[in-house]
């Protein structure tokens, strides 16, 4: 375990600034409930992302649009719960916060008040700059998320890598530099080209942790049900499944109804 690590009994915003500034790598996941999260955090991870991918994950839906500001607060709340030394941030839902500043500001209060989190992502640069700037100015720490940012899929069309050509990476570089001066304490750049990752990391001094972003940049962050392969029909590149737990569950409930149906399960000990 590194230096910066072993002493950390929870982590802020200003030991995510030292680990950049010291090179130690940030560890990031998704977490929507008090079981998972209590294992993710006990494992040492350094920010715990309630995602807005709980609209996907969690209730089943094709993309992030549908999941409300009260719905976040409720996977928040379970996730906070949970935790001791992790940072938590909270994503800010689709329509709680872009074009007004004001629902901007009382979304993200609502979230850090009846949660207890301790900050709010929002996806996009220039054009939500009042609302970042309205919410860090309530002393509330915002982390940004440019390049694939799923609330504007239907603007994009497709999940494809973003930030390709010239103009756009252009913008993804300027957008990155605006919130860093805006006062975000680090950025999220999801499914860029991995040279791209490592030149915004480089230029800025707040961390940046990638998605399919490359190893250039701070940090990295996947969805935990990825991770662990609970999910199986999602396989893009930047992905690496550390289990395979659709099949183990899947295994360990056909066992599960063999036993029951049999008469196996309970015996002689489970029983009063
Ligand atoms: O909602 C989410 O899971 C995210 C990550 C992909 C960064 O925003």
């Not at 910066?4 to 929507?32: D, N, P």
């Not at 906070?80 to 074009?99: E, H, W």
């Not at 500043?101 to 996806?123: D, F, P, Q, R, Y």
């Not at 066992?255 to 009063?272: L, R």
Request: glycine fraction near 8%; aromatic fraction near 6%.
């Amino acid at each position: 375990m590194s230096a910066v690590r072993k002493e950390i009994k929870r982590i802020t915003t200003h030991v995510l600034h030292a680990m950049k500034e010291q090179g130690e790598k940030i560890s990031m996941l998704t977490a929507y409930d008090f079981s998972m999260a209590k294992i993710l955090d006990a494992a040492g991870i350094d920010i715990l992302l309630v995602g807005d991918s709980a609209s996907n994950v969690m209730a089943g839906h094709e993309t992030t649009l549908p999941i409300t500001l009260e719905q976040m607060i409720y996977h928040a709340q379970s996730v906070v719960r949970a935790v001791d030394r992790a940072f938590v941030v909270v994503d800010l839902p689709f329509g709680s916060y872009q074009g007004n500043s004001t629902k901007a500001l009382n979304s993200a209060i609502a979230i850090m008040k009846e949660s207890g989190a301790h900050a709010v992502k929002l996806e996009g640069g220039a054009e939500i700059e009042d609302s970042v700037r309205r919410i860090l100015s309530a002393g509330v720490p915002v982390m940004g998320h440019l390049g694939l940012t799923p609330q504007s899929i239907y603007k994009f069309g497709t999940y494809s890598v973003r930030a390709k050509e010239e103009d756009e990476a252009r913008k993804l570089v300027d957008d990155a530099k605006l919130l860093q001066e805006a006062g975000c304490f680090a950025v999220v750049l999801e499914k860029i080209p991995a040279t791209l990752g490592k030149e915004v990391s480089e230029s800025l001094h707040i961390p940046v942790i990638g998605i399919g972003a490359g190893n250039g940049t701070d940090g990295q962050v996947l969805v935990v049900h990825d991770v662990l392969g609970i999910t199986k029909d999602f396989n893009p590149r930047f992905l690496r499944r550390y289990l395979n737990l659709y099949e183990t569950i899947k295994v360990a409930v056909e066992s599960y109804i063999e036993d029951v149906k049999s008469g196996n399960f309970p015996n002689e000990e489970e029983q009063y």
